[in-house]
Every structure is written in C-alpha cells, then in structure tokens.
C-alpha cells in the first residue's frame, strides 16, 4: 500500500471515528506519512515522544486494528483480599456516619479515599478509588427518595382530575400561572447525592417528619388581573 492509499484510509477512519482518543491516534500516524517527524508530532499532540512511537511501531505491525484499545492489566493491587472484602461489606451495610464521618449519610469517593487511607494506610487517586469500586461489584448511582405512605389512588386523583382542571384554567387564560412545592424534599434533600451500590441494589429511605398527607403537593395559584 502507498503511502497515498495510507493517508486516504486514515482520513476515511478520522471522519468516522466517535472516539477523540482513536482520532489522535489516527492523526498521528497521518502526520507522520506526510513528513512531521515523531518528535514534531508529540509536540503537537501534546503526548510524549513514547507515547507517539508506540502508535507508529503499532501501526506498521498491525495497520489500524493496532491502534485500537486493547485489555491493560493496570496497576500492581494496593489493598488483600481480606482489606477488599472488608471495604465492600462496609460500604454495602453501613453508612460513613456509621464509621465515623459526622453528618455523612452517602459514600462519595473522597470519603472512601479517606476510609480506605484511615484503616489500611493506602492512597488511592479518586479515579483509582472509582476502578476499585467497579472492579468489587459496585455501580456509581444517585440516591433518591420514594413517598412509602402516599395514597396512590389519590395520587391518580389529582392527576387526572384536579390537574388537568388547572392546567385548562391555565391555557384559558383564568390563571396565570401554578407554583408546585414538593414537602417531601423538604425532609431528606441531604439523601438525594452520589453514592456507591452493589450492582442490582439499591437502599430506600423513609421521608423524615410525620408526613400523612395523600399527596403531598402544595398549590400556589395566581390568577390574572381582570
């Protein structure tokens, strides 16, 4: 193959790759067959010279398919089986209030990072603390919140009935606009952040307070002038 027919295919993976990784990786070896040394290249992508070699040397054994991400064995593991096992069982039975972070109620990587160094002696990067989460079983999620005593057939009520009456109103013109406030934010808002889970799990909390309301939105409506 020429070093014409070279660029071609390069430009033709370049418009259709999605990945800004792969189409760095496209342009360098671009680059590099029409005259830009290696040394020129990892200046202007910003890598290093390593870096830039090895996409070449990839390339030249294995065209385009070796550029593609391969499976890295990644880093030496800091913490035992006994210290991963330990971690896992904390973060999915207890909360850090429990452990002692005061007013924490949701693992956040900065917490476990912490955890982690308090009880082993062990510094992960919070990306280094993320891996290590997703390699135990644990997906990143929000928590949320459910309303456990809501009337559901109220809830349905209000909905196809007294809803839709004000939102008529509304586009009549007879109103000028419906403020919703939501009680049951007013009570665990702290709840609603990112926290770890095992895969397929997922913890519920109760509303705080004594809410026994069926539904608990309350209406503001303002009518317009007339």
């Known amino acids: 193959m020429t070093h014409e027919q070279e660029i071609e295919k390069l430009a033709v993976a370049m418009k259709e790759t999605n990945s800004t990784r792969m189409y760095e990786r496209y342009l360098a070896i671009r680059l590099h067959l029409e005259g830009r040394t290696l040394t020129e290249i990892a200046k202007i992508l910003g890598r290093s010279f390593p870096a830039i070699s090895g996409y070449w040397k990839s ?13 890295y064995p990644g880093g030496i593991r800091k913490l035992s089986d006994e210290q991963e096992q330990q971690l ?23 917490i476990i990072r912490t955890w982690i160094h308090r009880e082993f002696g062990e510094a992960y990067t919070l990306k280094g603390v993320s891996k290590l989460l997703n390699r135990l079983g644990f997906s990143y999620t929000k928590a949320t919140y459910t309303l456990v005593r809501a009337d559901k057939k109220e809830q349905k009520q209000f ?29 665990r ?18 509303p705080m307070g004594n809410i026994k309301a069926p539904n608990c939105l309350q209406l503001s409506i303002t009518r317009r002038d007339t």
């Open 59 to 71: 390339n030249r054994e294995e065209g385009l398919r070796g550029l593609e991400f391969g499976e």
């Open 88 to 110: 896992k069982e904390t973060i999915a039975k207890q909360k850090p209030v429990d452990v002692g972070f005061e007013a924490k109620y949701t693992w956040t990587l900065k």
């Open 159 to 187: 909905r196809e009935g007294t809803l839709t009456e004000l939102k008529q109103k509304l586009s009549q013109g007879e109103i000028d606009h419906l403020l919703f406030e939501d009680e049951s934010m007013t009570g």
């Open 189 to 206: 808002i702290w709840l609603c952040n990112t926290t770890g889970f095992p895969r397929g799990s997922s913890e519920k909390y109760r």
